[in-house]
């Protein structure tokens, strides 16, 4: 695989926001989703030139979840949440906070 900068990481996940809804309503527009895999798919499949760089993006998420398919149930498993299904606009805020630290971290 070739190398990835930090800042074409960044690229990508400020690039994935635009497609990660904020709120269950917001997720009922077709070019939004939950997830921030998901999201990080949907800028691949726009640009493939970034397919590298998203590729590299989605293992960064994959390592930090530990094993766990999505933040909600990380959260849970951890035990900062008892029920991800109650706390779907709060897991939407989790996830675009996440996500901006992450572009911070790999801008640096």
């Not at 074409?8 to 690039?15: G, Q, T």
């Not at 921030?36 to 640009?47: Q, R, W």
Request: aromatic content about 12%; overall charge positive.
């Amino acid at each position: 695989m070739k190398t990835v900068s930090n800042k074409e990481i960044a690229a990508v996940f400020k690039e994935a926001k635009k497609y990660l809804a904020t709120s269950e309503n917001d997720a009922q527009n077709v070019s939004k989703t939950f997830y921030i895999c998901i999201a990080i798919n949907t800028v691949s499949d726009i640009n493939h030139r970034q397919w590298y760089s998203c590729s590299k993006a989605k293992d960064i998420i994959d390592e930090r979840l530990d094993g766990e398919y999505t933040v909600g149930t990380w959260l849970k498993v951890n035990g900062f949440i008892k029920t991800t299904s109650n706390n779907i606009n709060q897991l939407q805020k989790y996830r675009h906070r996440w996500l901006d630290s992450l572009i911070k971290e790999f801008s640096k």
